[in-house]
Protein backbone atom coordinates (compact mmCIF):
# COMPACT_ATOMS: atom_id res chain seq x y z
CA UNK A 1 0.00 0.00 0.00
CA UNK A 2 0.84 3.80 -0.60
CA UNK A 3 -0.57 6.77 0.63
CA UNK A 4 0.54 9.55 -1.17
CA UNK A 5 -0.24 13.25 0.66
CA UNK A 6 0.16 16.43 -0.98
CA UNK A 7 0.22 19.76 0.64
CA UNK A 8 0.82 23.27 -1.05
CA UNK A 9 -2.65 24.48 -2.21
CA UNK A 10 -4.52 27.70 -1.03
CA UNK A 11 -5.35 31.15 -3.20
CA UNK A 12 -3.40 33.21 -4.90
CA UNK A 13 -4.08 35.71 -7.51
CA UNK A 14 -3.86 35.84 -11.18
CA UNK A 15 -0.12 36.36 -12.50
CA UNK A 16 1.21 34.47 -9.31
CA UNK A 17 3.03 31.35 -8.34
CA UNK A 18 2.40 28.16 -6.24
CA UNK A 19 3.98 25.26 -5.57
CA UNK A 20 2.71 21.81 -4.63
CA UNK A 21 4.39 18.85 -2.87
CA UNK A 22 3.78 15.15 -3.00
CA UNK A 23 5.12 12.59 -0.42
CA UNK A 24 4.29 9.05 -1.32
CA UNK A 25 4.27 6.52 1.93
CA UNK A 26 4.31 3.15 2.47
CA UNK A 27 5.50 -0.08 -0.24
CA UNK A 28 7.40 2.70 -1.80
CA UNK A 29 10.23 0.43 -3.39
CA UNK A 30 7.98 -0.50 -6.40
CA UNK A 31 7.13 3.29 -7.74
CA UNK A 32 7.65 4.12 -11.02
CA UNK A 33 5.98 7.24 -13.09
CA UNK A 34 4.14 9.91 -10.63
CA UNK A 35 1.49 12.70 -11.52
CA UNK A 36 -0.50 15.74 -11.17
CA UNK A 37 -3.99 15.34 -12.24
CA UNK A 38 -6.65 18.03 -11.72
CA UNK A 39 -10.27 18.44 -11.66
CA UNK A 40 -11.83 22.00 -12.11
CA UNK A 41 -15.54 22.13 -10.87
CA UNK A 42 -18.04 20.54 -13.01
CA UNK A 43 -15.36 19.27 -15.24
CA UNK A 44 -13.67 15.77 -15.34
CA UNK A 45 -10.29 14.93 -13.89
CA UNK A 46 -7.75 15.96 -16.53
CA UNK A 47 -3.68 14.94 -16.51
CA UNK A 48 -1.16 18.24 -15.81
CA UNK A 49 1.84 16.48 -15.88
CA UNK A 50 3.99 12.96 -15.13
CA UNK A 51 7.35 12.09 -14.60
CA UNK A 52 8.94 8.83 -14.84
CA UNK A 53 11.29 7.79 -12.05
CA UNK A 54 14.57 8.77 -15.03
CA UNK A 55 13.28 12.25 -15.14
CA UNK A 56 11.28 12.34 -18.08
CA UNK A 57 8.27 14.45 -17.77
CA UNK A 58 5.12 15.31 -20.26
CA UNK A 59 2.83 18.40 -19.86
CA UNK A 60 -0.60 19.10 -20.64
CA UNK A 61 -1.13 22.17 -23.49
CA UNK A 62 -2.39 23.98 -20.48
CA UNK A 63 0.23 23.79 -18.58
CA UNK A 64 3.29 23.76 -21.06
CA UNK A 65 5.68 26.81 -20.36
CA UNK A 66 4.28 27.74 -16.70
CA UNK A 67 4.00 24.71 -15.10
CA UNK A 68 7.31 22.44 -14.39
CA UNK A 69 7.04 18.97 -12.43
CA UNK A 70 9.90 17.35 -10.51
CA UNK A 71 10.67 14.43 -8.35
CA UNK A 72 13.25 14.31 -5.10
CA UNK A 73 16.28 13.25 -4.77
CA UNK A 74 14.55 9.82 -2.96
CA UNK A 75 12.07 9.29 -5.84
CA UNK A 76 9.05 9.26 -3.39
CA UNK A 77 8.37 13.22 -3.59
CA UNK A 78 6.64 14.86 -6.85
CA UNK A 79 6.45 18.67 -6.97
CA UNK A 80 4.61 20.96 -9.08
CA UNK A 81 5.87 24.86 -9.60
CA UNK A 82 3.38 26.74 -11.30
CA UNK A 83 3.76 29.99 -12.30
CA UNK A 84 1.87 32.66 -14.19
CA UNK A 85 -1.50 31.58 -12.64
CA UNK A 86 -4.60 32.57 -14.26
CA UNK A 87 -8.22 31.43 -12.85
CA UNK A 88 -8.60 28.82 -15.57
CA UNK A 89 -6.17 27.12 -12.58
CA UNK A 90 -8.72 26.81 -10.15
CA UNK A 91 -9.15 22.85 -9.31
CA UNK A 92 -8.96 20.62 -6.94
CA UNK A 93 -5.01 18.99 -7.94
CA UNK A 94 -4.82 15.39 -6.91
CA UNK A 95 -1.21 13.61 -6.98
CA UNK A 96 -1.07 9.79 -8.45
CA UNK A 97 1.73 7.13 -8.57
CA UNK A 98 2.07 4.06 -10.52
CA UNK A 99 3.28 1.31 -8.19
CA UNK A 100 5.20 -1.78 -9.77
CA UNK A 101 2.97 -1.23 -13.59
CA UNK A 102 0.14 -2.25 -12.04
CA UNK A 103 -1.60 0.12 -9.28
CA UNK A 104 -2.77 3.32 -8.97
CA UNK A 105 -2.40 5.33 -6.45
CA UNK A 106 -4.32 8.33 -5.68
CA UNK A 107 -3.90 11.30 -3.46
CA UNK A 108 -6.66 13.21 -1.25
CA UNK A 109 -6.26 16.38 -3.27
CA UNK A 110 -5.43 19.91 -2.64
CA UNK A 111 -7.25 23.03 -3.49
CA UNK A 112 -5.87 25.48 -5.39
CA UNK A 113 -7.89 28.38 -6.04
CA UNK A 114 -6.86 31.64 -8.71
CA UNK A 115 -8.30 34.93 -8.22
CA UNK A 116 -8.53 37.29 -11.00
Known amino acids: QVELVESGGGLVQTGESLSLSCAAY????????MAWYRQAPGKQRELVAT???????HYADSAKGRFTISRGNAKNTVYLQMNNLTPEDTAVYYC??????????WGKGTLVTVSS
Open 26 to 33: GSVFGLNA
Open 51 to 57: ITTGGSS
Open 96 to 105: NADVDGFTDY
